[in-house]
């Protein structure tokens, strides 16, 4: 994607990625939370890597996060967000 500057553009979809981001959302008691994450830096040259190719969008992190991405394609709005709650419900890390 180019905007509206020319400067070139890529949309970094990360899944879970291991930064202070659940600590500072207070959400340390979350499935998502708890469950493995990402390393920053593969997701940082994933999306670097996508951006050099020229794509606009990569679907960054562990397999887990491609798929979820691809579903996300074909499910509904309500199942989607039904998974999502599953996964960010606080008390759900326990």
Known sequence: MTTQFSKPL??????????????????EDTKVSAGPKDD??????EGFDAL??????V???AMK???QGSLGK?????VR??????????GSGH
Not at 74 to 78: E, R, Y
């Open 65 to 67: 996060n491609k798929m």
């Open 10 to 27: 890529a949309v970094v979809t990360p899944g879970a990625t291991d930064t202070n981001f659940f600590e500072r959302a207070h959400m």
């Open 81 to 90: 967000a039904a998974m999502q709650a599953k996964e960010t419900r606080p």
């Open 59 to 61: 679907l960054a992190g």
């Open 74 to 78: 074909v499910l509904s709005d309500p």
């Open 52 to 57: 050099i190719a020229g794509k606009d969008q």
């Open 40 to 45: 920053p830096a593969v997701v940082a040259k």
